[in-house]
């Protein structure tokens, strides 16, 4: 059995407390690669989905004859069409009361 100095007991108690604490980190940086591998596995799924999405979008234009804009336009003329008249339903709504 050896004996140790003061010295050298602390500097041990030390290094196991070092190594618990390398140890604590590295197994928290195992779990952030996780998460992060995780987190790009999503967001490729989505970029591929909205790459097939815009796919259809480009061949239902096509087949419709109609640039992108015009689309953009004629959705924006919907929705302000149906704006429109849901104002005019709470007008006439208020009107009758």
Do not use: P, T
Not at 54 to 79: A, P, T, Y
């Amino acid at each position: 059995m050896s004996n140790k100095s003061a010295k050298d007991l602390a500097f041990d108690r030390e290094r196991v407390k070092y190594r618990h604490q390398i140890n604590d980190l590295k197994s928290e940086l195992h779990q952030r690669d996780i998460s992060l591998f995780e987190a790009n596995k999503r967001v490729s799924n989505a970029e591929s989905r909205c790459d097939e999405l815009q796919d259809w979008v480009i061949r239902l234009l096509e087949c419709m004859d109609m640039s992108e804009e015009e689309l953009v336009g004629l959705i924006q003329r919907d929705k302000n069409l149906k704006s429109l008249g849901g104002m005019l339903a709470s007008l006439s709504g208020q009107l009758i009361l």
